[in-house]
């Protein structure tokens, strides 16, 4: 690796909350690596208020200590990649986990031209008891296929905590999470941004004392992250799909009740039709908010439905069409009224009227959302 004048070639960081039983050896790997790659670096641990002697030690190791006292895994490395010096950043936990002269193999990657290298567990060697059947067998691959098909990524170990970035690369990333989802931020966003990346088996071990990691509150994170930064299998799907099934059941009954199998559909599936039609409405607009968001926080790939949203809706557009549903049903209504005052028959009109109501509250509904997704566009086009 080249050296110009005095810059740092490297930046190890290690985000450390007791973590006395380890924390030592793990910067003595870390510093024979660079040693032995020959490089000028520096270790800097992220301490979270520590009430064991992890501080004292990582300082009498030679590491630079810096305090964080906001707890969480996004919160400790936004601040120690802000205080890195480094033109290549390493993360790892130094919790026994991960062995940090294997840092050397992340550093050569990056030296070959690529922006991002991922440790993999899973494409090398998991010592015995170094994650729990659940996590190993269920939760990750879990989160694995959820990544690949929200956002497309294709890193086989999306959860490992020891990977290394340039510094330029880092700061396109722009994060912000400040929890366990923080490590899911980061390969979205390398995906979506086109990072070069590549990735390193590497050996997991048996942590070394007490673990922080509570499974069932970093696994809702992790998913609440996914679901959030991927409005469409959290909004759109299920919106169009309640949409598409209220309006087939009104449509069905405009006519009056209907026999489908021996079996009598009556109007009460009409106002069952009604509300899923509106929730399915909201439920999209609320999708079209979340895609809006998504894009400008560069999480959402630019797909069919965003092309769709740059394309054809507008501010005025929306005023237009919203107008049209909602003077649609007025007029419906009104048409009904009318024909039971007048016409001595016997009309059944309680289905359009049911249809007439939920196009009123739809057109209104699309009126008003215009105004908001065009609010959140601003943002994007400036």
């Known amino acids: 690796m080249n050296r110009t004048g005095g810059e740092i070639d490297l930046s190890v960081i290690m985000p450390c909350l007791n973590e006395e039983e380890t924390i030592g050896e793990s910067i003595r790997q870390a510093k024979e690596a660079m040693a032995g790659m020959g490089v000028r670096g520096e270790i800097l641990v992220v301490d979270s208020d520590s009430t064991d002697r992890s501080r004292e030690i990582a300082l009498r190791e030679g590491a630079r200590v810096i305090n964080q006292p906001e707890r969480g895994y996004g919160n400790a490395y936004l601040r120690g990649f802000d205080e890195a010096r ?28 690529n922006d991002f290298v991922m440790g993999s567990r899973y494409r090398g060697t998991m010592m015995p008891g170094s994650m729990p059947f659940l996590n190993r067998y269920l939760g990750n691959p879990m989160i694995y296929k959820i990544m690949r098909l929200f956002f497309g990524t294709r890193v086989s ?73 991927c409005p469409n299998w959290l909004f759109l799907i299920p919106g169009i799909a309640m949409l598409a099934t209220g309006f087939g059941l009104m449509l069905l009954l405009l006519g009056g009740e209907v026999h489908i199998g021996g079996r009598l559909i009556g109007f009460h599936f009409s106002v069952l039709g009604a509300l899923l039609s509106i929730l399915g409405f909201q439920t999209i607009a609320l999708g079209a908010y979340a895609k809006v968001y998504s894009m400008a926080e560069n999480f959402g790939a630019d797909d069919a439905f965003t092309k769709f949203l740059n394309r054809y809706v ?69």
């Open 86 to 113: 480094g033109r290549y950043l390493v993360m790892g936990d130094p919790d026994g986990t991960h062995d940090f002269r294997e840092i050397g193999r992340f550093v050569d990657l990056l030296g070959e031209g």
């Open 314 to 382: 507008s501010l005025e557009r929306g005023i237009v069409s919203g107008g049209i549903v909602f003077l649609a049903g007025l007029v419906i209504n009104l048409y009904l009224v009318y024909r039971k005052l007048v016409d001595t028959a016997n009309v059944e009109t309680l289905g359009p009227a049911i249809f007439a109501m939920s196009l009123i509250i739809l057109g209104a509904g699309i009126f008003f959302s215009s105004f908001f997704l065009s609010v959140l566009q601003i943002r994007r086009r400036a």
């Open 157 to 229: 170990d999306t959860n490992c905590g020891m990977r290394a970035i340039t510094r330029e690369a880092y700061r396109r990333l722009n994060l912000h999470t400040k929890d366990w989802e923080y490590a899911l931020e980061m390969v979205v966003k390398a995906e979506r941004l086109g990072l070069r990346t590549a990735e390193v088996p590497i050996t997991y071990y048996a942590r070394g004392g007490e673990t922080k990691l509570r499974p069932m509150y970093a696994g809702w994170r992790n998913l609440r992250f996914m679901l959030l930064y």
